[in-house]
């Protein structure tokens, strides 16, 4: 089969940025592949070095290099290693601009990957915020965005885990304020 019906996000975490790389690909047998966790880690460091911030056009990207490697070449020696349809959809990079600002991140039905710091799922999210709060209520924002289809009006939206409790006041009430944040998903909603 030449159709692609799983997708999987990566999320890399260093000491001042987040990285995402979303990929798609034709079964969910592959994500448990070592090439295939190699590639999504090494895209996710790419973009951590290439010193962007925000959504990265993928054009772009696939331009960056780990190992004197651009992206695309990998992308292309992992397709033929394990012949599978693999296809780099997004990426995303958030860094932090001052020591007043943290992030959190979260991995739905996570992938085991050895390597540090980096993980792998069908559902990742990544929010940046201003101010150093604590980190539970930071993850817990997180798995909000990770778990919510609709990311409109974020901090209007009754949080997933309480629904007595806006986003917003959650953050007012923790001392949050959200820069930005990203949602790759296995299924768009």
Known sequence: SSGINAEYGGVLCGPHSVS?????????????????????????????ASQKNGCIATAEALTFAYNDLKIADL????????AENIQLKSFYCGRL?????????????????????FS?????????FEGLGDPAIGKTIAQHVAGCGNLTD????????????TVGELCRT????????YRACAIDS
């Open 20 to 48: 995402m790389v979303s990929v798609q690909c034709e079964t969910d047998f592959v994500a448990k592949n070592s090439k295939f966790i190699d590639l999504i880690h090494q895209a996710s460091l790419a973009v951590q």
């Open 75 to 82: 992308t292309l020696d992992t397709v033929g290693s394990l």
């Open 120 to 128: 792998l799922g069908a559902i990742g999210s990544a929010v940046v």
């Open 154 to 165: 974020l901090l209007s939206q009754p949080l997933l885990q309480d629904e007595s409790v």
């Open 174 to 181: 923790n001392n949050f304020k959200i820069i930005d944040y």
């Open 97 to 117: 601009q001052s020591e007043n600002q943290s992030y959190s991140s979260y991995i739905h039905r996570k992938t085991p990957s050895e390597h540090s710091n």
